[in-house]
């Protein structure tokens, strides 16, 4: 489990096919390495990863072809910066969101605005995310614990603060690029719960903004 506060921006030194698969290497940047074990989760860029290999200053770990399918790192190339973080502790202070590092889908940047010293984003989103999407509600991009602050069909706003943008890859969101998406999993636990745990799952859900709120969610 994580929280969305990413500890450092890491860099990528090495991809490596393996048959459909691949191996990464990171350079972690000054993520602390050095409570790192073998088989540690490591977020990257949203993506939890399983460490095979580290040292004090990198890591490497195995992507499957379904997480190249479902993540942005089939277009990833060495030298691009991911975000990084640990798996937290049931000491660590919960500064985000619940995160579990299972994208949901990719994302694309449409629009960036310079606002003041702030930075607006709108990024577009699969549609069938958008169920899940709710203003003020959270959600997870590139494994950044990040508030939606407005709506559009298949698209959702982010108003992004300097120390964000000081202190993970965010900066460097251009238009097109595309992002890693995870929604806030308390939404999909709640469309299961209202649909009675059933497989066939109705068109639309019935999660909605006043249930939410009439719920405590909101």
Request: a negative charge.
């Amino acid at each position: 489990m994580f929280t969305g506060i990413v500890e450092a921006v890491g860099t990528l030194t090495a991809i490596t096919p393996k048959g459909e698969d691949i191996t990464i290497s990171v350079n972690a940047g000054k993520l602390d390495m050095s409570d790192v074990k073998l088989g540690d989760s490591i977020a990257t860029n949203g993506v939890c990863l399983t460490v095979v290999a580290f040292d004090s200053h990198s890591y490497s770990a195995d992507l499957s072809l379904e997480t190249l399918k479902k993540s942005g790192f089939a277009d990833y190339k060495v030298g691009d910066k991911v975000n990084l973080e640990k798996a937290m502790l049931p000491t660590t202070r919960f500064g985000g969101h619940i995160v579990s590092g299972h994208v949901d889908g990719v994302g694309e940047i449409v629009e960036r605005n310079q606002v003041g010293r702030a930075i607006e984003f709108w990024v577009a989103m699969p549609a069938e995310l958008s169920k899940y999407v709710a203003e003020k509600g959270s959600m997870t991009v590139d494994g950044i614990s990040l508030t939606v602050n407005d709506l559009r069909k298949n698209a959702f706003k982010l108003t992004i603060v300097p120390h964000t943008t000081q202190e993970t890859t965010i900066d460097h969101f251009q238009v097109g690029r595309k992002v890693n998406l995870e929604v806030d999993v308390l939404a999909r636990y709640l469309e299961r719960l209202l649909h009675g745990g059933r497989e066939e799952q109705p068109a639309e859900s019935r999660i909605t903004m006043e249930f939410l709120q009439q719920n405590g969610f909101a």
